[in-house]
């Protein structure tokens, strides 16, 4: 097998997952990342819609290799009953979303054929 370099990896995604019944949790713990991570990572928009391959409604957080596991483990203990999709970005989105993938929480099936040219 040929093992990949995590050097290969430029950033990481976070996707807080929600939906009407969780939307307000959901901007209460991003305001709490906001405060706790601050300029450390870059918040993305809040989407009330399903959008890319995330089945639904989130926001992104984008940050620096550096920062995951300080930004995991505090997800891992603060996402209440919120999922939390992460991935890797590197130059193989596919790979990335359906293979490298890391949950907090439940799992939920993408839609991957975004990724399909």
Do not use: C, K
Not at 52 to 57: K, S
Request: a negative charge.
């Amino acid at each position: 097998m040929n093992y990949l370099d995590p050097a290969e990896i430029g950033s990481w995604h976070a996707h807080v997952y929600f939906d009407a019944a969780t939307r307000d949790a959901a901007w209460a713990l991003r305001v709490a990342i906001e405060a706790n991570f601050g300029s450390e990572l870059q918040m993305g928009r809040f989407h009330e819609r399903p959008v890319g391959p995330h089945p639904m409604w989130s926001y992104q957080l984008a940050f620096a290799r550096e920062r995951l596991a300080e930004i995991v483990e505090w997800l891992a203990l603060n996402h209440g009953a919120l999922d939390v999709f992460l991935h890797p970005n590197t130059s193989d989105p596919l790979r990335d979303h359906r293979d490298s993938a890391l949950w907090i929480g439940h799992s939920h099936t993408l839609n991957l054929a975004v990724f399909s040219g």
